[in-house]
Structures are given as structure tokens and as C-alpha cells.
């Protein structure tokens, strides 16, 4: 490979807080004595990001002037070119485009553009818990539709239950997550499909979550939501970033994608009432920097290695752990572990599953907010050997009672 997905980065003292707030404040547990931290928990990646964004970010760093400024040509054709190469969008232009501090942003500003405060809006649950913190904290009631496993094991929508919610709760916003955050299905083009069907028959505006469209495992591939059909182009507020592909979450920026000019001009009124919907100039051009020719060598490459750590913990999990069971992630570098097998069958509680993790280092997540009991999340977007430490002190700590 051209780009180094093998070192392991020391992030220690770099404001991370993946490895710097284990066992402080609103933070799992820490390791005890003898053990570092290997951070399997806050949805960022431990390898260093593609080399065009620090030199970008250098090159406009080094003019000593920062005043006010506005997103630039080679922003937007940069945002184009992206979505061309890489999603196939043909149509796409400047008009459609717009910035947002964060996809969670986003999403708030456009309940707030179509909903009224105590309003009830459907999600897929697991639900990122993003969806949840943000939205109930902005006075929306959540209405949970439940993703179920079919007899292979994939997460599948149950269209029947988000149909008879939507109408029984007089719904008209939901949202919509693709690839799944935490399950990491990337929806195939029929299914989604049949999810705007349902949306449109019970007139929805839908917001699209698609940052992760980037980390794709195994050769799957992303659909746009609003590429599936006329209706679901002008009924679909989508929202992208590079923050997860690239790394780049603690410099901020993400951005919609609104075809439907009622969608747009509700939405970008509502978003401009704080007056603090506005972009870093050095997140702009860390954007161009992400989405540059060597940006796509890179999460190429980037997709290979996720790939190969998800084959080695999935595989690993199965032979090593009974009790434990997952749906094998399409998407996204995250594992959402069931538990609930071995919690009972061996009288512990996820809590102290959780505890033995920490103790050794294994900074794993709670994954009882995203709305599923006895689940744990994992990030697996470290090196491999550090993976490999993670399910070795696992197996000789953790589930050694075996």
C-alpha cells in the first residue's frame, strides 16, 4: 500500500478525546495500572489522515491574514467531483450545496424547518444516539421503528411497522441513516426504495444521515437516497461530511445536499437563525485537500484495511467468545456486539462487562443508548496489531472464565 495504516499514532496530549479521557469526566473507565488505552469507543479513526489535507491546511495556515471569507469555487467543485467519482451524482450543482457545522446540526435545523416543538419523528432503532441526544433535547418526541435480522442475520427495515407508526403518530419527518450507524448496513437500491415509498405515502421530509457513505467494507457500495427516485430527490435533505472519512471531525464541517428549492430555502432560513451556522476557512480547505485525486487513493486503501480488521474480529469473535453475536458490519468501521447470550448465560451484567474491558485498556462502548439492551459498540479503525491487543486481552482478562 502507498499510504501507512500499520504505525501506531500516539495521540496522547493532542486534545483526543478517544485517549486522553478515559476515566475522567463523562468518559468509560480507565485501564489500571499496567495497561494503556487502545480507544475503541469515540467514533474517530487512529490512523493519520491523507497527507493532502496538513498540506493544505498548511499552504492557507501560512498567509498571515484570517478575516472573513466565503467558500470558494474550488470548494463546491470539490464537493462535485466527490459526488461524481464517488457516488455517481451527475446533477449535481452549487446551488444544491450548502455548509453545516455538523450532520447533527443539520438535522436539528431541519426538524425545526418542518416540525412544530413536541412533534413526534420516526427513526430506525438501534438509533446513533446522536439522533436521540439531539433531537429530544430540542423538544421532539422519538417514535422508534425497529430494525429486525432476518435468517441470515441482516439488519433488515420493517416497512409494515415504519408505515403503521408513521400513521398512527401522525408523523410527517423521519430520519434516515445510510449506511446504519450502529449496525452498519448499506442499504441496497430496493430497499431503499421501498423506504421512500413509505415516506412519500405518509408525506415525510426525510433527512438522510450519509456520512459514512465513504467506508464502504468489501466491495459494497453506497446508494444516495435521493438517487433512488424523482420523489425521493425532492423529498430528501442529505447531508455528507469528510469528518469521518478523513479524520477531520475536530476541525468541523460538514454539508447538505437539497435539491427541492421549498426544502432548501426552509432549511437554510432556519439554520441562519443562530447565526452560528458558519465555516472555519481552514475547514474549507481541508475539504478540498480530503476530496483531491490522492484523497480517493487514500480511502481506497483506507476501505481495504477497515475491511481486513472487521474479517479478523468478526471471525475472531465467533471462534473466541460464545455468547457474543453480531451481524457482520457493511459499512462504517463499528461492531455492534449483542451480548445478551453471555450476560446470562454466565450471571454477569453488561456493566461489569463493560468494567473488565476498561480495566485492561479495552476502551470499548456502551451500547445500551443506541436503544438495543446488552449491546456494545466497537471502533475497529485502528492498526491491526492493535486490534489484534484488544482481542488478546479480551480473551486472557475478560472472557477467561470460559
Not at 67 to 92: C, E, P
Not at 102 to 118: K, M
Not at 290 to 299: D, I, K, L, T
Amino acid at each position: 500500500m502507498k499510504y501507512d495504516f500499520t504505525s501506531i499514532m500516539d495521540r496522547r496530549g493532542m486534545d483526543s478525546i478517544a485517549v486522553d479521557s478515559p476515566g475522567k469526566t463523562d468518559a468509560p473507565g480507565g485501564p489500571t495500572d499496567g495497561f494503556d488505552v487502545i480507544p475503541m469507543w469515540v467514533a474517530d479513526m487512529n490512523f493519520p489522515t491523507v497527507p493532502t489535507v496538513p498540506r493544505a491546511l498548511a499552504d492557507r495556515a501560512a498567509h498571515p491574514a484570517y478575516g472573513y471569507f466565503k467558500l470558494s469555487d474550488a470548494y463546491y467543485d470539490a464537493v462535485i467531483g466527490w459526488q461524481r467519482d464517488r457516488n455517481q451524482v451527475t446533477d449535481l450543482k452549487k446551488e444544491h450545496i450548502g455548509y453545516e457545522n455538523g450532520v447533527l446540526g443539520c438535522v436539528v435545523s431541519s426538524a425545526q424547518a418542518f416540525c412544530s416543538t413536541g412533534d413526534k419523528i420516526l427513526v430506525h432503532a438501534p438509533t446513533y444516539i446522536g439522533f436521540t441526544g439531539s433531537l429530544t433535547n430540542a423538544g421532539y418526541d422519538l417514535v422508534l421503528s425497529q430494525l429486525v435480522q432476518d435468517e441470515s442475520g441482516t439488519w433488515r427495515m420493517d416497512y409494515e411497522d415504519m408505515d403503521r407508526k408513521l400513521k398512527e403518530n401522525s408523523i410527517h419527518f423521519a430520519v434516515f441513516c445510510s449506511p446504519h450507524n450502529p449496525t452498519g448496513r448499506v442499504w441496497e437500491r430496493w430497499e431503499i426504495e421501498k423506504a421512500m415509498e413509505v415516506y412519500r405515502d405518509n408525506d415525510c421530509v426525510v433527512v438522510s444521515d450519509e456520512i459514512w457513505s465513504d467506508l464502504l467494507l468489501d466491495g459494497h457500495k453506497h446508494i444516495p437516497t435521493q438517487s433512488v427516485s424523482e420523489d425521493a430527490k425532492n423529498r430528501v435533505i442529505a447531508v455528507y461530511a469528510p469528518s469521518k472519512t478523513f479524520n477531520l471531525a475536530g476541525l468541523v464541517g460538514s454539508y447538505h445536499i437539497v435539491y427541492s428549492r421549498y426544502l432548501r430555502d426552509r432549511l437554510r432560513k432556519q439554520s441562519s437563525l443562530c447565526h452560528y451556522n458558519s465555516q472555519n476557512v481552514m475547514s474549507m480547505h481541508a475539504l478540498i485537500g480530503a476530496y483531491s485525486q490522492e484523497g480517493r487513493q487514500w480511502v481506497d486503501e483506507l476501505c481495504q484495511v477497515l475491511s481486513a480488521n472487521v474479517d479478523y474480529a468478526c471471525t475472531y469473535i465467533a471462534d473466541h467468545f460464545p455468547g457474543i453475536s453480531l451481524a457482520r458490519p457493511q459499512g462504517t468501521y463499528m461492531l455492534y456486539l449483542d451480548c445478551a447470550d453471555y450476560c446470562h448465560s454466565h450471571g454477569r451484567t453488561l456493566d461489569q462487562l463493560l468494567r473488565a474491558g476498561w480495566n485492561v485498556g479495552v476502551i470499548w462502548q456502551d451500547g445500551r443508548p443506541f436503544n438495543k439492551p446488552y449491546t456494545i459498540r466497537m471502533n475497529l479503525a485502528l492498526p491491526l496489531s492493535r486490534v489484534k491487543e484488544a482481542f488478546d486481552r479480551l480473551t486472557k482478562y475478560v472472557f477467561s472464565d470460559q
